[in-house]
């Protein structure tokens, strides 16, 4: 006991000095290494995300933070290594709100997305962007759905991943536009988008973060942003909404997911990290940069309510279109 007071003393004598220099460092439950899951292969989203912050949470809490890239099945491979390990708080996943929302509809997961699960926090959100090769003719969205009746039966839209809001905005697209689209599912927007470019199918709804770089650099082409407004890395370029198309807005965010069971206390610390880390201006400009828009939000029962609404509004669209990976 006397041994107890005396170390949680000499902490707190130390943490009294460390702060007085300015040099405290964030608690995290635990004191050891932390692993940030990411359930995607290397150079992603998810992935960039994650060293981003990562690097800024470990300098924050003086502690190494490894990213574990474990990717397949949809994200389910990663879901279910964060669900194996033990529920302290050492061990997070780093992901979007699509293998909470989107994919579990499409390919059954091993856990319940709403229940075993629980979002940590947010770091950015994001819609997804309506583009074609620059080589596309028409020049604007009128003119894209003008040119793509025309060519009805015979056109594609690519996904970088069946069951995703890359997928599900295309379905909504072809419907509502009358265009009879075929959809082509791939493994990631690096492959999707090496085929758009080629030619070999005609659009897709891509995340910012991979389109933006092509859009700056003339080979993409931009007709409409799916976010509630315009994007500030696309100003240019009009909202689904005012273009006529409201069931078009999707609009999912980048964040922490933990275990259900992390213990309150523990949920709280990591809490207050992330929050910071998060907030920082590295980070924020960082993630900007990336064309993504940071929002830090670390109120968990908020982002379950969001994911919840999320999740019924998807599983309607995959039940209206009979969307099945099988």
């Not at 992935?47 to 397949?72: C, T």
């Not at 092509?214 to 890395?233: D, E, N, T």
């Not at 198309?245 to 964040?255: I, K, S, V």
Request: overall charge neutral.
């Amino acid at each position: 006991m006397h041994h107890m007071k005396r170390t949680s003393l000499a902490l707190l004598t130390g943490c009294m000095l460390a702060c007085a220099t300015g040099a405290a460092w964030a608690q995290w439950p635990g004191g050891k290494p932390v692993k940030l899951i990411v359930p995607a292969p290397p150079g992603g989203s998810m992935d960039i995300v994650a060293r981003v912050v990562g690097q800024q949470l470990s300098a924050d809490i003086g502690q190494p933070v490894v990213v574990e890239n474990k990717p397949g099945a949809g994200g389910m491979i990663g879901m279910n290594a964060l669900l194996a390990a033990p529920a302290d708080g050492q061990t997070l996943l780093m992901g979007a709100s699509n293998v909470l929302a989107e994919i579990p509809h499409v390919i059954k997961p091993l856990f319940d997305p709403l229940k075993d699960v629980i979002p940590v926090a947010t770091f950015a959100r994001s819609g997804v962007v309506l583009v074609t090769s620059t080589k596309y003719p028409a020049q604007d969205f009128k003119s894209l759905l003008a040119h793509l009746k025309e060519r009805k039966g015979k056109i594609s839209f690519a996904s970088y991943s069946p069951g995703t809001v890359s997928h599900y905005a295309g379905l909504v697209l072809s419907d509502k536009a009358d265009l009879d689209m075929q959809h082509i599912g791939y493994a990631g927007s690096a492959p999707a988008l090496q085929d758009l470019l080629g030619g070999q199918v005609d659009v897709m709804f891509d995340g910012m973060l991979t389109s933006v770089p092509l859009i700056q650099a003339g080979k993409l082409r931009p007709y409409a942003f799916s976010g509630p407004q315009r994007s500030r890395h696309l100003p240019d370029v009009p909202t689904t909404t005012e273009l006529g198309y409201p069931d078009l807005q999707f609009r999912g965010w980048m964040g922490m997911i933990g275990s259900a069971k992390l213990p309150a206390d523990v949920l709280a610390s990591i809490h207050a990290a992330v929050d910071k880390a998060g907030h920082a201006p590295v980070v924020q400009k960082k993630l900007s940069d990336l064309g993504l828009e940071p929002e830090v939000i670390t109120d968990t029962p908020a982002l379950q309510r969001e994911i919840k609404a999320m999740s019924e509004r998807n599983a309607g669209i995959v039940k209206q279109y009979g969307i099945s990976l099988n």
